[in-house]
C-alpha cells in the first residue's frame, strides 16, 4: 500500500532557528515529491520535486529529493513566526496524477 | 479572480440529510479533485476527474457520488449524512500531465449534528 511518512509530526521553535523537515515515502509508480504549506485554510504549494539531488530553493525555504533513499527534506533558516502551518509532504503517481499526502509536520515558531 | 472556488464555505446539518457541494475552476486545467480532511488534519483523496471522466475513485462509501458537468466543474453530492462525515473537504484542480501541481479551493467546513 502507498505510505508517506512525515517527521517530525510537530514541531516548536524559536523565531530564528533553522529547521529540518523529513518525508519518507513508499509509493508505486512515483513521479515527483510535492511540499504544501497548510495555514488556517487551503493547502498552498511550495515546490514539486521531480530529479534527485536537485535542490530547490524559494527565499529561507529549500528542498531536496533523493530517489534511492526515497526522502525529501524541506529546511526553513531564520523562522520567523510567519512560518507557522503544517507542513505537507505529498508523493504525486504517474498514473492518473494521484496523489499521496503524509500527516504533515505542525510548525509552530514562537517569538 | 478565485482559481478553484468552492461553495459553499461551511455547511452545518443533520444527520440524515442530503446535501451538494460545488466546486470550480478558471485554470483551464484537465484535472479535478475532492480530497477529504478529518480532525487530524490527514488530507486523503476521494475522487478524481479527468475531462468529466472519474478516473480516481477511492475507497468512499456510496452516498458520496461526484458529478462533473464539464471539465471546469466538479461537484459532491452526499446522501444520508453520518456524523462521521464532518470534515473540511477540498476540490483542487491540475494541469496534468508532468506538470501535476495541485491547487487548491478554499475548502467546505461540514459539521453534521
Known amino acids: 500500500e502507498d505510505k508517506v511518512v512525515q517527521s517530525p509530526l510537530s514541531l516548536v521553535v524559536h523565531e530564528g532557528d533553522t529547521v529540518t523537515l523529513n518525508c519518507s515515502y513508499e509509493?508505486?509508480?512515483?513521479?515527483?515529491l510535492l511540499w504544501y504549506k497548510q495555514e488556517k485554510k487551503a493547502p498552498t504549494f511550495l515546490f514539486m520535486l521531480?530529479?534527485?539531488?536537485i535542490e530547490k530553493k524559494s527565499g529561507r525555504l529549500s528542498s531536496i529529493l533523493d530517489k534511492k533513499e526515497l526522502f525529501s527534506i524541506l529546511n526553513i533558516t531564520a523562522t520567523q513566526t510567519g512560518d507557522s502551518a503544517v507542513y505537507l509532504c505529498?508523493?504525486?503517481?504517474?498514473?492518473?496524477?494521484?496523489?499521496?499526502f503524509g500527516p504533515g509536520t505542525s510548525l509552530s515558531v514562537i517569538p | 479572480d478565485t482559481a478553484v472556488s468552492q461553495t459553499p464555505k461551511y455547511l452545518v446539518t443533520q444527520m440524515g440529510n442530503d446535501k451538494s457541494i460545488k466546486c470550480e475552476q478558471n485554470?483551464?486545467?484537465?484535472?479535478m479533485y475532492w480530497y477529504k480532511q478529518d480532525s487530524k488534519k490527514f488530507l486523503k483523496i476521494m475522487f478524481s476527474?479527468?475531462?468529466?471522466?472519474?478516473?480516481i475513485n477511492e475507497t468512499v462509501p456510496n452516498r458520496f457520488s461526484p458529478k462533473s458537468p464539464d471539465k471546469a466543474h466538479l461537484n459532491l453530492h452526499i446522501n444520508s449524512l453520518e456524523l462521521g462525515d464532518s470534515a473540511v473537504y477540498f476540490c483542487?484542480?491540475?494541469?496534468?500531465?508532468?506538470?501535476?501541481?495541485?491547487?487548491f479551493g478554499p475548502g467546505t467546513r461540514l459539521t453534521v449534528l
Open positions: 521531480t530529479s534527485s539531488g
Open positions: 485554470l483551464g486545467h484537465d484535472t
Open positions: 505529498a508523493a504525486l503517481k504517474t498514473s492518473y496524477d494521484k496523489v499521496i
Open positions: 476527474y479527468n475531462n468529466k471522466e472519474l478516473i
Open positions: 509509493v508505486t509508480n512515483f513521479r515527483s
Open positions: 483542487a484542480s491540475s494541469p496534468g500531465g508532468v506538470r501535476g501541481t495541485q491547487y
